[in-house]
T-cell receptor
Framework: DQQVKQNSPSLSVQEGRISILNCDYTNSMFDYFLWYKKYPAEGPTFLISISSIKDKNEDGRFTVFLNKSAKHLSLHIVPSQPGDSAVYFCAARDLTSGTYKYIFGTGTRLKVLA | DAGVTQSPTHLIKTRGQQVTLRCSPKSGHDTVSWYQQALGQGPQFIFQYYEEEERQRGNFPDRFSGHQFPNYSSELNVNALLLGDSALYLC?????????????FGPGTRLLVL
């Protein structure tokens, strides 16, 4: 049972335009959400996070939006740059067992076209 | 500030063999989590170590075991290797008591089982 879903396996965007990556989750007990970027042959790199008590967090070109009622979060990259081309994973923190663990989506491959 | 390091970077084993992967967490971090990432998938949580104990475990068989040392470094052991164990193994470190608990990943160990 996939608790964190990224339904778009790939996305292509022109340089300078907005990239929007989406993520849906099923567990309302998740309290913290993160986005990671992954280049080939490297581990995932932390990008941006949001607490479940917020609905928006912004860091430079990256903004994450959280819609708790829809159990949906999105990552906006504006403006998109060719260096942003990578696989993006969303992750949700599960605290139901006392200590936390993170559950990851399957990733979205973003390609920014020059 | 040294980030998360993992060794070895690549490993080739045959079915039935045993393997040990190693991880040193980011300086100041006390919690280590291990993930398996198969091709085209997101990282799957294997287990988490904190205070030298396994605190959480994902849906992985007992062939997967681990250890955390007093200096917070960790090992992942896999016995009786199967072809399906071929994957990228990622280690992530974090601070257990930090409210956000963001995980930082190492570069991974790519295991190929023949």
């Amino acid at each position: 049972d996939q608790q964190v879903k990224q339904n778009s396996p790939s996305l292509s965007v022109q340089e300078g335009r907005i990239s929007i990556l989406n993520c849906d989750y099923t567990n309302s007990m998740f309290d913290y959400f993160l986005w990671y970027k992954k280049y080939p042959a490297e581990g995932p790199t932390f990008l941006i996070s949001i607490s479940s008590i917020k609905d928006k967090n912004e860091d430079g070109r990256f903004t994450v939006f959280l819609n708790k009622s829809a159990k949906h979060l999105s990552l906006h990259i504006v403006p998109s740059q060719p260096g942003d081309s990578a696989v993006y994973f969303c992750a949700a923190r599960d605290l139901t067992s006392g200590t936390y663990k993170y559950i990851f989506g399957t990733g979205t491959r973003l390609k920014v076209l020059a | 500030d040294a980030g998360v390091t993992q060794s070895p970077t690549h490993l080739i084993k045959t079915r039935g063999q045993q393997v040990t992967l190693r991880c040193s967490p980011k300086s100041g971090h006390d919690t280590v989590s291990w993930y398996q990432q198969a091709l085209g998938q997101g990282p799957q949580f294997i287990f988490q170590y904190y205070e030298e104990e396994e605190r959480q475990r994902g849906n992985f068989p007992d062939r997967f075991s681990g250890h955390q040392f007093p200096n917070y470094s960790s090992e992942l052991n896999v016995n009786a290797l199967l072809l399906g164990d071929s994957a990228l193994y990622l280690c992530a470190s974090s601070l257990q008591r930090r409210e956000r608990g963001t995980q930082y990943f190492g570069p991974g160990t790519r295991l190929l089982v023949l």
